[in-house]
């Protein structure tokens, strides 16, 4: 049978929660932890499908700072509408509208940034990630179409249940030489009970069994089932939270005349405009114990390091499982966070397979490269078939 390949992504599907779930998709023997980048899934993914860092694809942060007329032009004249209009569910629907008539097309959200605020940035994520030509360099997906290969995608703009069901149909009529899911279904539900909730363990549950049917499915389409289980990151129960923004307000600068500020769910980003502004702020922050300014030689390290200083001339992290409350990510505590070092082994996402993982493959950076090859034998396995049956 020709083979077929099947590579899901969940997202936050952390290494240490799969481990510890007993009995989870024994149709992936081979697997290991996949070391990941540093921040959220909207640098991770891009790593994962050019196999570059965040410096050289340009994607980090879901916000970085606007250089020129972005996407939020013009409304910085939101702050003359009184502040129970400016943060109506109704406004942000209508924000979030002009937002994508501007051309937008990938994955955003307004969350809490205060939205006379939002002219001072931009989202560098303008087109769909998921397809060709949707990133600034080279990706999976224009390898995919570069080599001809029959393939389909499914994304968050398809519901969980519904993607997993059509991927089972396309398997059963064999069809494809490439199959790819992503789900941020699991990052949700972690988000709102932690790693031991019971929908967590309902969602590993059924992956799983997916995984079983999807063999299944790809025999019965006269194809060899190629199974492949990856995530772009872990997840970190969160223990404490930690009023980043209470501190830096406590001083005598104000937000938007002596610096800029963007604050994540577990980092600070900051652009100065008064240099006594930032020798205050860098020392208040060193205050505090559950985080620490990132150096120079870290950001280099971790591949964030951006000459134009896009997203922020100096980062304030957290530890793991602090959390900043508030943010502009939300102004109430979540479960479970990830967007922490590293190095962490919470997390570290997984990476599995019913085929051999080759020794060199750790790390999300040499993850598009590994796939590629698989591609490869994939359809050099199917051409040599074809030509010994003619």
Not at 141 to 169: F, H, I, M, S, V
Not at 210 to 228: I, N, S, T
Not at 242 to 269: E, H, I, N, Q
């Amino acid at each position: 049978m020709k083979p077929v390949m099947i590579v899901v992504l969940v997202d936050a599907l952390g290494w240490t929660l799969a481990e510890r779930a007993s009995g989870f998709a024994p149709a992936l023997p081979a697997r290991r932890p996949l070391a990941t980048v540093l921040g959220f899934s909207t640098g991770a993914l891009p790593t994962a499908f050019t196999g570059r860092m965040a410096s050289e694809h340009g994607r980090w942060l879901m916000y970085a700072r606007a250089r020129g007329s972005g996407v939020f032009r013009g409304f910085g004249a939101l702050r003359a509408l009184p502040r129970r209009v400016r943060t109506s569910l109704r406004l942000t629907r209508l924000l979030e509208r002009v937002v994508a008539g501007r051309g937008v097309r990938g994955y955003f959200n307004l969350y809490d940034v205060p939205r006379e605020e939002l002219a001072a940035f931009d989202l560098p994520e303008r087109d769909d990630i998921f397809m060709a030509g949707g990133l600034p360099v080279d990706s999976l997906w224009d390898a995919l179409e570069r080599k001809g290969a029959a393939w389909r995608g499914w994304n968050w703009r398809t519901p969980e249940a519904e993607a997993r069901a059509q991927a089972l149909g396309e398997l059963a009529a064999g069809r494809l030489d490439f199959l790819f899911l992503y789900s941020a279904a699991l990052d949700a539900r972690l988000h709102h009970e932690g790693s031991r909730g019971a929908s967590v363990q309902a969602s590993l549950a059924e992956w799983s069994t997916w995984f079983d049917a999807a063999a299944a499915a790809a025999r019965r389409g006269g194809r060899e089932p190629w199974l492949y289980l990856c995530s772009d990151h872990g997840m970190v129960d969160v223990r404490a939270t930690v009023d980043v923004m209470a501190r830096v307000a406590a001083l005598p600068f104000r937000r938007g005349r002596d610096y800029l500020a963007f604050y994540d769910s577990t980092m600070a980003r900051f652009w100065w405009r008064d240099a006594a502004a930032r020798d205050r702020i860098r020392q208040a922050l060193a205050a505090e114990p559950r985080g620490r300014w990132l150096s120079r030689e870290q950001m280099a390290r971790e591949g964030v390091a951006f000459a134009d200083a896009r997203f922020g001339d100096d980062v304030f992290l957290l530890e793991p499982g602090a959390l900043m409350v508030p943010s502009f990510m939300g102004g109430a505590p979540v479960a479970a966070m990830h967007g922490y070092d590293p190095a962490h082994p919470d997390m570290a996402g997984i990476l599995a397979a019913n085929r051999p993982l080759p020794a060199d493959v750790t790390h999300l950076a040499q993850l598009r490269s590994f796939l590629e090859r698989e591609l490869d034998s994939l359809l050099a396995a199917g051409t040599q078939r074809v030509g010994a049956a003619s």
